[in-house]
């Protein structure tokens, strides 16, 4: 069992021909992932990576049977490509493009309710199913198969966790870096909800931000339905107050945004909260050995 992405999905890369896309499609190939073609239009016919290049997902889907896209294409036009890849019936739709319109992400997000798909992102590393899938641009050579879970909206820390948790000789199932955008697809508590309901995964890590309320909502999900051991990490303590960090998202709005706020509520839902980042595979290494 996985979660979202396996040895067995068929993917295909939206701005395949571009360089993002030829270089972490080339890296996912190396790792192992079914890459079975790209999207570039105006290139339809021709090869790249000895992968078919098609004019449009429809094309793409039907001659390939593709089931997950990553999308590697320009602001102005990932929310199209994003609408484009669930018309065609895409399962899993991984937008790695930082920067779409707010505008464009709403009428996106509010096509995707009529539709049977799942989107990872915007401004996200993607997922992976260690040893069986890459769909993103995370480091493959970090992600040893193991048992615990990863959310995280930093691409860093999501490779820091891992690497810990690896060191750790636990190991990795499937880790969903959601994204820092404002409007994302699939929220922390989604996500952990997916791990959760994975027999393959012991524990999860849960690593937040500043800004918004992923994390509170998450963390009152895992107090009423939790059944898995989560360990709970929030960056941007530290941040000048008023400061717009790396992320859209990560911008404090109100008392319950900051970073002392979410691990208070982390805490009071029973999650394993660390004040470091280096504490993470630690953590859960105590929490695993006392279950």
């Known amino acids: 069992?996985?979660?979202?992405?396996?040895?067995?999905?068929?993917?295909?890369?939206?701005?395949?021909?571009?360089?993002?896309?030829?270089?972490?499609?080339?890296?996912?190939?190396?790792?192992?992932?079914?890459?079975?073609?790209?999207?570039?239009?105006?290139?339809?016919?021709t090869k790249h990576l000895d992968r078919p290049v098609f004019n449009t997902v429809e094309q793409a889907v039907k001659e390939t049977g593709a089931d997950v896209s990553i999308i590697f294409v320009p602001p102005a036009f990932a929310a199209d490509s994003i609408m484009e890849a669930a018309e065609a019936g895409i399962q899993?739709?991984?937008?790695?493009?930082?920067?779409?319109?707010?505008?464009?992400?709403?009428?996106?997000?509010?096509?995707?309710?009529?539709?049977?798909?799942?989107?990872?992102?915007?401004?996200c590393p993607g997922v992976i199913t260690a040893?069986?899938?890459?769909?993103?641009?995370?480091?493959?050579?970090?992600?040893?198969?193991?048992?615990?879970?990863?959310?995280?909206?930093?691409?860093?820390l999501t490779y820091e966790a891992a690497d810990q948790i690896v060191k750790a000789g636990l190991g990795i199932t499937t880790a969903i870096g959601i994204g820092g955008d404002p409007i994302i697809g699939t929220p922390t508590r989604e996500a952990i909800?997916?791990?959760?309901?994975?027999?393959?995964?012991?524990?999860?890590?849960?690593?937040?931000?500043?800004?918004?309320?992923?994390?509170?909502?998450?963390?009152?999900?895992?107090?009423e339905n939790g059944t898995k051991p989560v360990v709970g990490f929030i960056a941007g303590e530290t941040a000048p107050k008023g400061r717009t960090m790396g992320h859209a998202g990560a911008i404090v709005g109100g008392k319950d945004d900051t970073a002392q706020a979410k691990k208070a509520i982390m805490r009071q839902c029973g999650i394993h909260v660390v004040d470091s980042p280096a504490e993470i595979g630690k953590k859960m290494a105590e929490v695993i050995s006392g279950l």
């Open 1 to 45: 069992m996985s979660v979202l992405v396996n040895k067995h999905s068929r993917v295909i890369v939206q701005g395949f021909t571009g360089k993002e896309g030829t270089f972490h499609a080339s890296q996912m190939i190396e790792y192992g992932t079914q890459v079975v073609g790209g999207v570039t239009p105006g290139k339809g016919g």
């Open 131 to 156: 040893e069986e899938a890459k769909v993103g641009i995370m480091p493959g050579f970090v992600f040893k198969k193991g048992s615990i879970g990863i959310v995280s909206k930093s691409g860093t």
């Open 92 to 123: 899993v739709i991984v937008a790695i493009t930082e920067g779409i319109p707010v505008r464009d992400m709403v009428v996106a997000k509010n096509y995707l309710k009529t539709k049977e798909t799942v989107l990872i992102g915007p401004n």
């Open 193 to 223: 909800k997916m791990l959760m309901d994975d027999p393959e995964t012991q524990g999860i890590v849960m690593i937040g931000e500043i800004g918004g309320n992923y994390e509170a909502l998450a963390a009152e999900w895992i107090q």
